[in-house]
């Protein structure tokens, strides 16, 4: 498992990708890339699920916390390219409420 | 450096006229190691798969409840003590597919967790774990002092 990051110059949106899972053992290595990003004055940021097996609740916690932090800064982050079953854990925790899930990075970097 | 994890698999053979399956008992101890859970949850679930789970469950919802229920144990139940471990126990039957966790901490109380649902805890970054267990699973139980979880999945 490990997390890319890469940036699309043409609109400043850093779009990590979760190779396998986002979970309670790698949660923190996510959390630094993103935060060490914002730190470099990134504030348009795209998580991308297109290959991840799964997400347990404190890899959830992390993209909430990290939404927060973010947003505070006036920035978003936002989800992409989460299949069904991904998706399934969003709307059973409500948390679909919170974040913005597009089907594609391209749509959800054009969205900004 | 943590020891490889061992597991047990044991297949008790049937009557074909009485169960079309063998009951298969997977177990596994699991050290009280954040770092060792994505390799307990895969393997326990590619044992689930080969004694007949379906894809579906095997691929997803007993990875991210065995998940959940190994990072509750070592972080609330063993409280991240590396002298305790935990014991991961799966039958597969006919019935459907049971799972059960157990730590050595003290227990807890599982009716004391608010809804992660409802505003403000909604908007916090953890309390999600049973309630995620409870949404993806047919049934769960817990004993009495509160240790273990015991997951319960029926045969569609």
Redesign the interface.
């Known amino acids: 498992?490990s997390f890319t990051v890469r940036k699309d110059e043409a609109s400043g949106v850093v779009v990590v990708g979760v190779d396998?899972?986002l979970?309670?053992?790698?949660r923190h290595d996510l959390k630094k890339k993103v935060l060490d990003a914002m730190e470099s004055g990134d504030r348009k940021f795209v998580i991308d699920f297109a290959a991840t097996?799964?997400?347990?609740?404190?890899g959830?916690?992390?993209l909430?916390?990290l939404a927060?932090k973010v947003r505070e800064v006036g920035g978003d982050l936002r989800l992409a390219g989460l299949n069904e079953?991904l998706r399934s854990?969003f709307e059973?925790?409500?948390?679909d409420?919170?974040f913005t899930l597009v089907d594609s990075v391209e749509e959800a970097v054009a969205a900004f | 450096m943590t020891t490889p994890l061992r597991l047990v698999v044991q297949r008790h053979e049937t009557l074909p006229t009485e169960h079309a399956r063998p009951r298969v008992e997977i177990s596994v101890r699991v050290p009280t190691d954040?770092?060792?859970?994505?390799e307990a949850v895969d393997l326990v679930a590619r044992h689930c798969l080969a004694s007949g789970v379906s894809p579906?469950a095997a691929?997803?919802v007993v990875?991210?409840v065995l998940?959940?229920a190994l990072?509750n144990a070592?972080?609330y139940g063993n409280c991240l003590d590396p002298s305790k471990a935990i014991d991961v126990r799966v039958r597969v039957d006919d019935d459907g597919l049971e799972l059960l966790v157990t730590d050595q901490g003290k227990g807890f109380d599982p009716a004391s967790l608010p809804d992660?649902?409802l505003d403000p805890a909604?908007?916090?970054?953890?309390?999600?774990?049973l309630?995620?267990i409870r949404?993806?699973v047919d049934e769960v139980r817990f004993n009495d002092r509160g240790n273990a979880i015991c997951m319960i999945m029926h045969r569609a």
Do not use: H, W
Not at chain 2, 34 to 38: G, M, Q, S
Not at chain 2, 123 to 128: F, H, I, K, P, V
């Open positions: 498992m396998g899972q979970i309670v053992g790698n097996g799964y997400i347990d609740s404190s959830l916690g992390v909430v916390s927060k079953d854990l059973l925790t409500k948390l409420t919170l | 954040l770092d060792v859970v994505e579906r691929r997803f990875r991210v998940c959940e990072a070592i972080l992660p649902t909604l908007a916090s970054d953890r309390g999600r774990g309630y995620l949404q993806l």
